[in-house]
């Protein structure tokens, strides 16, 4: 196709990487681990924000905004929060600059250290619930359901674009509760909208489930999380939702007063996606070809290519396909007449089979004498003619059936890839041979899963909330187990 | 009225700080000089957000997304601009932090240590054109339109809630052109969408003009503004757009080959708006009471107060009020129905006058037997009887007309002071007794204006872009002038 895209069989990951940067999504920065979004990324990310922030706002959240810093000695304060977090981090020790010297270059004014050092966040329970405190006195002030779209920075190693990135974009749920129950169940609510998010609009399945103890969040209680599965048999973790239990009411002394007016410390959950889920959009569903997009999330659903020789062809085209362009915008679905005459169709066909839009559109000649139009649909490349005065109801129609199908082919994909194993030899060979989801018992040990984690590189992705049900024993230790668990390869 | 405001006419200063406290728009953090937005302030800000971010994408700008980190070897390419900005800001030193010898404590970890310190954007002129470098090859890659929502961070010594933080948000436009006059064409662009969104959606009236050299911003050719008017005769830089010829495409290195084939450096523009414009919004419209809001920016628009006896009468009156609530939805007005048992209706009123919620509307029992309402509006608190079946058409023309009548109120202040005077002595005289704007002839030096400001802390705020037209000579040096220009005290 011209593309010059690796292909898939060929070397996934290298394929990945020239798909992020070929379809204009995000490249590396000249800063370490930082990546730029560029705008086509930029707009994708833009509608998963704008999808999500109507689901949180519709169950009663509210969005706000906390400082980017976090005191040094915030940090120390929930004890397994710090272990987990507060390591690899950026650190900021000045406030200024000043000439070098010699005046060629600016240099650190080592006159302007700070007292305490201040990390930027790598996320934010200790900043916010510093300041819940203030905002908490009595049962009237529960619960709290705040959320906070933000930039965080963990320094990492490795990196790879969306997937794991020093600094990120994402979401932040932050609630305060006056029953545990409450807080449970606005985790698990959380966990529900992730997920429908996920299948309904990314049209990425994905399973709800637990995590273990030790892939658990630094001072939660529980995460829960939705696992998708990408193309090459890894797992991703999409989406996670902690119940924090009191740990961080105790640790920031966060209590209030309830109706009975004794004093009580608050119950807590945080939840979070970032633009990670950009990584899980594009594996998902993108081929040799290019991206595949769900149409709820293409920043171009529609483009309109005019196959023309001269002005005087194109003026007509042009004029024809405007009551088209005006209906389609009346109904919002985003549609682009691409008239540039600096590029050929070909050329035009090509960009727009790499940039994943669902449904392109060509108009020649003889479809202006017949009344018709080619339209091709962009996740089975095929290709229709249809009548003009359809066209409208057609595309509909093609959009959500595209929406439905590359769900239909995920999902399809996703499931012949669970397979469940009875023994660590058998676990080991599927894990070779094909990757994906592998469903066995376990002894619920730390130890185990760290064995397993160690000789084969997969992990507990979670504990499912629903399914694989029924004991058995562990397929490494033989011990009792009370359900099968999911074990994967992951991002 | 029970809120406990300081009144304008005791002590703006500490009016305001506290109105935006009682208001609950915003709080200082624990982290020095940084602040959190809450949520009734953030849903104001998402607002103004969604405002801007239209009338950037009809114009065919696009959002994307650079690192928070900038090289410091960035921040020296561009001479003027290292002088302008690099000095007080956050400076990233180190990566790690690691758990102290006692084990008590968290430090930094000396040997993680950055080979470059990384500075938090204070601006991202220098990144992104480091960036633009890579997109930029030909005319046909032109004109680049770029937006970013983003967070800032300037170090700031004396701050004030909204107006003057450590960390800010705000969005920054960077765009590439190919020619001069494109790139000052977009300069004035965004200046003029500027004013109308200030004045169209804050109703906050706004002077259009020019900086002096000395106002300019650090690296630009030409530094556009928008100044207005608070109502204690400070004027507050409410938004800047930056022509900044090919000073960065120099510094960075961009070119493109012209049509010609030739290479060429681009032009450029930058261009913004912050958090700071919730400052303007409070106090050009607030009053002794609280916060007086534009219809187009309230987070809630209309309130619905119940005066009610017992359940039976609440039950009664939320009966009858759903028709209203639903309609009002429908033309979408954010209609609040404010039926907790907590809190009286007095209590009430008090809230929603101090959140400056545009309409009030009480209904009781004599209400329900008239078929009436009763309605208030926020901005002059006059209150007036209404038939139930008109509320709709009434809320409607009455939104519409607050939002016009609180423009008219604030633009009317302002034309009342901008004073013209033709002396220096009359010049401090009208500068001590009113402040507001000053038109006077100044001689185009460096030197006066800076004589000025020391003697009177006045500033050059603008040369109107029309108006004050006509020659004359210098207030304090009696040399030539070309026209009058706009001084004032300033935020």
Redesign the interface.
């Known amino acids: 196709m011209g593309k010059n895209l690796t292909k898939r069989s060929e070397d996934y990951s290298k394929w990945y990487n020239e798909l992020v940067i070929k379809a204009n999504l995000a ?1 590396m ?3 370490r681990g ?6 086509y990324g ?2 994708i ?2 509608k998963i924000q704008a999808g999500l922030d109507k689901m949180f706002k519709e169950t009663g959240h ?15 304060k929930e004890a397994s929060h ?1 272990e987990g977090f ?13 000439n070098s010297d010699d005046g060629k ?2 240099v ?1 004014d080592e006159d302007a250290r700070l007292e305490e ?4 966040r790598p996320t934010s329970e200790t ?1 916010i619930w ?2 819940f405190r ?1 905002w908490v006195q009595s049962y ?1 002030d529960l619960p709290l359901l ?1 959320n906070q779209w ?2 965080v ?1 963990r ?1 990492e190693m490795r990196t790879r674009l969306f997937l794991r990135t020093t ?1 990120f ?1 994402w979401q932040e749920g932050h609630t305060a509760h006056a029953t545990r129950q409450e807080a449970v169940e606005e985790a698990e609510l959380i966990l529900n909208i992730y997920a429908d998010f996920a299948e309904g609009h990314m049209a990425v399945p994905v399973i709800k489930g637990i995590k273990t103890e030790s892939e658990r969040f630094a001072g939660a209680e529980d995460t829960f999380c939705i696992e998708a599965l990408m193309q090459d048999g890894k797992a991703l973790q999409a989406g996670t939702s902690h119940f924090l239990g009191q740990n961080f009411a105790k640790a920031f002394d966060v209590k209030f007063a309830t109706k009975e007016g004794k004093q009580e410390y608050v119950w807590a959950t945080s939840w979070g996606v970032s633009t990670r889920l950009m990584g899980a959009l594009i594996m998902t569903h993108s081929d040799d070809n290019g991206l595949v997009l769900p149409p709820k999330l293409a920043p171009i659903q529609v483009v309109i290519v005019p196959i023309y020789k001269g002005i005087e062809q194109l003026d007509a085209i042009s004029k024809k396909i405007q009551p088209l362009l005006k209906e389609l915008k009346s109904k919002d679905i985003s549609v682009k007449f691409d008239q540039r005459d ?1 590029h050929k169709p070909g050329f035009k066909f090509n960009e727009y089979e790499l940039k994943g839009v669902p449904v392109r559109i060509a108009i020649g000649q003889r479809d202006l004498e017949q009344g018709t139009l080619e339209i091709a649909r962009r996740d089975t490349l095929e290709k229709a003619s249809i009548d003009m005065d359809k066209a409208v109801d057609h595309i509909t129609e093609l959009l959500a059936e595209i929406q439905e199908s590359i769900y239909k082919k995920a999902e399809s994909f996703r499931d012949q890839n669970i397979r469940s194993v009875d023994s660590y030899d058998e676990f080991k060979e599927v894990l070779e041979a094909h990757g994906g989801f592998i469903a066995a018992h376990w002894d619920g040990t730390a130890e185990t899963e760290a064995q397993i984690k160690k000789e084969t590189m997969a992990t507990i992705r979670c504990i499912p909330l629903s399914g694989y049900e029924g004991k058995g024993s562990c397929m490494v230790s033989g011990k009792p187990s009370e359900r099968r668990v999911l074990f994967a390869k992951a991002y």
Chains 1, 2 share one sequence.
């Open positions: 490249e920065s000249g800063v930082c990546m730029v979004i560029k705008p930029f707009a990310w833009e509210e969005n706000a905004y906390f400082p980017l810093f976090i005191p040094k000695s915030y940090l120390s710090v507060a390591k690899e981090c950026a650190v900021v020790t000045h406030y200024r600059l000043k270059s600016i650190v050092e201040l990390i930027v900043i510093d300041t203030k009237r705040i933000a930039n920075v320094w600094e974009l600096t």
